[in-house]
């Protein structure tokens, strides 16, 4: 089989033209079917435009097995093939290049060339008064507050009826969505059915003070046990002292005590007789006694004297000295004795002591014994008690009894502080378990601490008493309500939670790594066994990074219950939202709503909700906007019954004026010339994008002047907000997906031989979001194109590969504030936005801009692709594709592909020159 065909003075064959074909990836069969040759009518190639040879010129034939020539079927028009595949270029040597002119590839077809504007009634859904049954919601049934939440509900509780410990729950949620109230609000209805947990209380250890003695008490029973306690310790004193000064016990202690001296007295009377023998005498000095010679003589015998003693002989001086010597040994044997008599002497006082305090304290703890006989560990702190209060009494402690003066947690000044009892948790007020919400979940508010007080000399010391509990203590039993971001904000506070969920005790000790908070000697209460539930209130963000991040979080927190943030906007909704918004004012304490504040009410939420079809469940945002028209509707009539329409406008146009300064100086140096932006007139390669601020919870759009310039090049899409680090990850995706959106649409079959950029003007923040992209895509095709964009119309919306308009967020905010912008100027009935049709479900407009489109001054535009957006900036048809995948000519697809055509020649042309091959090498 052969075939040719002559091109630029080059022949061209059969298998060439295949080649092509195949080499353009394009179908063959598809490619035949498309360009069906003329059987009257030559297919050979002339340079100059493909004008087919005469008849009986060289044709293309093949030949087949059996001989006989036969025409082929499938032979293309000259011209048609040129336009496909082949453009002679100057100087390339007899080669041609593969480049494609009209040929576009598979693309969603436009809607229409020139999408319609939408009507006044499609830019906001309206909620008419008249559908609802009641006048003020001050005869409506309140709703519970659950509204839209039955998911999270029933998360709730199941999370609360599962009896297993580590299936606490997390609630996850926007924020002002209710999350808290509601929450709060099941637990509480849940509780109030649970029982009662014990009383917990601390008593000293006497075994072992520095670890003091848990206690737990039905329900009630700790502080009347605290009471009977302090009560004690109030008696034990005059008990004591009244025991000891008895007269029986006293002339007892005197008897042992005159005992104990005439013992003494004996002993040293008998030895005083027994010298006598050898002449000595033993007498009491002021230093003590000592033995002296005495007088020799009948009667009573005297000492000597010393000038006596002086005159004896030498010898019998020595004599007596000798024998005084050995008397002074007898009697310090003596005295040695005397400590053991005293000590038997002290035994027998004690002994005396222990006999007379016995029935007091007994007495004293006899009631009480009685009272508490069920509970085995108070009986056995009574027994210490009285066994210290024995040993505190005969010890000799009792004068010393100003020293172990301390304070009861009532501030009174009492004996005997070990003997106290400190309360740490108190339920004989609790209906139910408890329901513990803490605000501040620090590592010590979470698990309790130990306080000191100033001790003797200035020192700090602690005791029992100076227990105090934590959150974990008191929801024992019950249930634990913490703020996640809260919680994860405080040092050691999550490591102490997940400690004691997985330990289940409740340690009072200093966090990990600590020795001390203060690094001084202290307390370590006995572990209080935990039996609870922690509810942990957060956002998804926070919930799903535990999850990932932290094994033992999702061994822990195990049920998820996920708020959420709006709900469809039904008729049976719209009832239900007037009941919820019925509970927030009489919550807030205010003025009912009329029925038409009600549907304004209902339009908000919609707004809110950023969608007509939603209402938001954002309750806090609800309630601040009920909060200011009950403020407006008190100015208007002090004496006014129910909050009107007005009133919620007022309140709306309020809140609107004073976060306003910053938008209207935005708009001002628009309207000054300092930003450019331009709302009449045409340029091409000039686009007004729209974008979206949001300043302490409120939002505002204004546009923003997007550019392009397009030159030969590589195929490059410069990002000047990327490349000045001024563009964010988001917005940098929406510029390569469109890059690869030019590439994918126009340069299939041949290089993409240009280079781009792209910048928002005058911007000198971070930019943020893909968005713009469609803006950035209209303005750089309009620089390849040379088609003016009306510069009337602002554009909003993302497009992805294939050329499609995607929904964006904050689309009621940006038309609006274009809005502004052209109405300070002047509205002349051509000004508009362009948005994606996804978002026109999101439409909630003011009513002046709904007024403005109704009066025919401004226009909203939906549009699917990109054509359609380009169609409505230019006022040009997109093209449409014909069945041969042809455009239509000046048509912008047309426009774009001979546009990129001819920067592809040029481009391969100056790369074919002689020059710049010996420039490569």
Not at 690 to 713: K, Q, Y
């Amino acid at each position: 089989m052969r075939a040719e065909g002559k091109l630029g003075g080059a022949r061209l064959g059969r298998a060439d033209v295949h080649a092509a074909i195949d080499e353009r990836g394009i179908d063959a069969d598809d490619f035949h079917g498309k360009f069906p040759c003329q059987r009257q009518r030559a297919c050979g190639f002339a340079a100059g435009g493909g004008a087919g040879q005469k008849e009986g010129g060289r044709a293309f034939r093949h030949r087949e097995k059996g001989g006989g020539e036969k025409r082929h079927p499938t032979f293309v028009r000259p011209r048609r093939l040129w336009r496909l595949l082949a453009i002679p270029t100057p100087g390339y040597r007899g080669r041609f290049h593969l480049l494609c002119l009209s040929i576009m590839t598979p693309m969603p077809k436009p809607h229409s060339d020139f999408p319609a504007a939408l009507k006044p009634e499609s830019l906001r859904a309206t909620c008419r008064p008249e559908q609802f049954g009641f006048e003020t919601t001050e005869t409506l049934e309140a709703h519970p507050g659950d509204l839209g939440q039955e998911r999270a509900m029933e998360a709730l509780r199941f999370g609360l009826a599962i009896g297993h410990a580590d299936y606490n729950v997390f609630v996850l949620g926007e924020e002002g969505c209710g999350k808290h109230a509601t929450t709060l609000r099941l637990l509480r209805d849940h509780a109030a059915s649970r029982p009662v947990p014990p009383d917990l209380c601390y008593v000293h250890n006497f075994d072992e003070p520095l670890h003091p003695e848990l206690l737990t008490m039905p329900a009630g029973r700790g502080a009347a046990f605290r009471a009977d306690m302090l009560a004690f310790s109030r008696e034990l004193k005059p008990a004591i002292e009244a025991a000891l000064n008895s007269e029986p016990h006293s002339e007892r202690i005197e008897a042992l005590q005159d005992a104990h001296k005439a013992r003494e007295e004996a002993a040293l009377r008998e030895m005083g007789e027994r010298c006598g023998a050898d002449g000595l005498m033993l007498i009491r000095t002021a230093e003590g006694f000592v033995f002296v010679p005495a007088k020799a003589g009948e009667g009573s015998p005297e000492p000597l004297g010393p000038e006596a003693y002086e005159a004896l002989p030498e010898e019998e001086r020595g004599r007596v000295e000798a024998l005084i010597d050995g008397w002074n040994e007898r009697l310090a044997a003596l005295f040695e004795e005397f400590p053991d008599w005293r000590s038997a002497l002290r035994e027998s006082l004690q002994k005396a002591a222990h006999e007379a305090l016995v029935p007091a304290l007994a007495h004293l703890l006899r009631k009480l014994r009685v009272r508490y006989a069920e509970h085995a560990e108070v009986l056995a702190f009574f027994s210490a008690v009285e066994k210290d209060a024995l040993d505190v009494a005969v010890s000799g402690i009792r004068a010393d009894n100003e020293e172990a003066v301390g304070e009861s947690e009532e501030g009174i000044h009492t004996a005997f502080p070990r003997y106290q009892v400190k309360l740490l948790i108190d339920h004989s007020r609790t209906a139910g378990a408890p329901v513990v919400f803490e605000d501040n979940p620090g590592y010590s508010n979470l698990t309790g601490r130990i306080e000191r007080a100033a001790g003797h000399q200035g020192a700090q010391v602690s005791h029992f008493g100076l227990i105090r509990s934590g959150a974990l203590h008191r929801a024992n039993g019950g249930y634990l309500v913490v703020d996640a971001e809260r919680l994860f904000a405080q040092p050691h506070a999550w490591e102490g939670l997940k400690r004691t969920l997985l330990s289940r005790e409740i340690r009072i000790e200093p966090p990990d790594g600590s020795q001390d908070w203060s690094g001084a000697l202290t307390l370590e209460p006995q572990p209080v066994p935990c039996a609870l539930k922690v509810v942990m209130i957060g956002h998804r963000e926070t919930y799903y990074s535990l999850m990932e991040n932290d094994p033992a979080f999702a061994g822990l927190f195990r049920v998820a219950a996920d708020f959420s943030d709006d709900l469809p906007r039904t008729s049976a909704n719209e009832a239900a939202y007037a009941r919820l918004l019925a509970m927030l004012v009489k919550d807030a304490g205010l003025l009912p709503l009329h029925r038409a504040a009600v549907a304004r009410m209902v339009e908000e939420g919609s707004r809110i909700a950023e969608d007509a079809g939603r209402l938001t469940l954002q309750t806090r945002k609800l309630s601040g906007i009920m909060r200011e028209a009950d403020y407006c509707a008190r100015e208007r009539a002090p004496s006014a019954a129910c909050v009107e329409r007005g009133d919620i406008e007022s309140a709306l146009a309020a809140r609107a004026r004073r976060m306003g300064l910053y938008p209207e100086k935005v708009r001002e140096s628009m309207l000054d010339g300092e930003t450019l932006i331009a709302t009449s007139g045409e340029r091409a390669g000039q686009v007004n994008a729209l974008v979206v601020i949001e300043l302490a919870g409120e939002r505002f759009g204004h546009p923003v002047r997007v550019s392009a310039t397009v030159r030969l090049g590589d195929g490059d899409v410069v990002d000047i907000e990327r490349e000045s680090n001024l563009g964010g990850e988001i917005h940098s995706k929406g510029v390569m997906i469109l890059s690869a959106f030019l590439a994918a649409r126009y340069a299939r079959h041949q290089p993409l031989s240009l280079s781009a950029s792209l910048v928002f003007e005058q911007s000198y923040a971070t930019v943020e979001g893909d968005s713009a992209s469609l803006a950035e895509l209209c303005a750089l095709l309009s620089a390849l194109t040379r088609l003016p964009i009306g510069q009337r119309l602002a554009v909003t919306g993302s497009v992805n590969q294939f050329g499609e308009v995607q929904v964006i967020g904050g689309v009621n905010e940006k038309i609006e504030g274009f809005f502004d912008l052209c109405a300070a100027r002047g509205l002349d009935g051509q000004h508009g936005v362009v948005i994606p049709a996804a978002s026109m479900r999101h439409l909630m407009l003011r009513e002046d801009v709904v007024e403005a489109a109704r009066a025919g001054r401004f226009h909203i535009f939906p549009v699917r692709t990109v054509d359609e957006a380009m169609s409505v900036l230019t006022g040009v048809p997109a093209g449409v594709p014909d069945e041969r995948g042809l455009m239509a000519k000046g048509s912008v697809n047309d426009r774009a592909a001979r546009a990129l055509n001819e920067m592809a020649l040029a481009r391969h042309g100056h790369m074919d020159a002689p020059g710049a091959a010996r420039r490569g090498r």
